[in-house]
């Protein structure tokens, strides 16, 4: 009798799909996250400067 101890093989394609979505995830968290940090840290610094001058900001983009 033959014995079933193996275990069954994994698709190598299914593998190399999983580890490309996670990458893709990563790679949409790290942009974004790096996104949000440049607009607060540009705003903040926009508000900084103008108050400095003691001026108004016209328009925040």
Do not use: Q
């Not at 994994?10 to 799909?17: F, Q, S, V």
């Not at 974004?32 to 400095?52: D, F, I, K, M, P």
């Amino acid at each position: 009798m033959p014995s079933e101890n193996h275990e069954p093989r994994r698709d190598p394609e299914l593998k190399r799909k999983a580890w490309f979505s996670g990458f893709c995830g990563f790679c949409v968290v790290l942009g974004s996250g790096s996104a949000c940090y440049l607009v607060l840290v540009g705003l903040s610094e926009y508000y900084v400067t103008t108050r400095a001058r003691r001026r108004v900001p016209d328009l925040i983009l």
